[in-house]
């Protein structure tokens, strides 16, 4: 079973986090890329989800943080 590790307002930051973690081996989809522009666009909503396996959540969790934090 998928479930999101993080959320994202644009397509192209979850698919930079989607290719970090694929990098290191761990799988990841990128869900609802065009969701903000077909609905409610400017709200802030965070509809865009980066979904890995039930099993390789905490460690996505960790390299996003990881990651976030070196930024």
Known sequence: ????VA??????SANVAKGM???NGIPAWVANE???????PNTGLLAIELLVDEK???E???LLAASSSEE
């Open 7 to 12: 959320r994202y307002n644009n397509a192209f």
């Open 34 to 40: 065009n969701m903000p522009y077909v609905t409610m």
């Open 60 to 62: 996505a969790k960790r």
């Open 21 to 23: 973690l694929e990098s």
């Open 1 to 4: 079973m998928r479930t999101c």
């Open 56 to 58: 390789d959540y905490l």
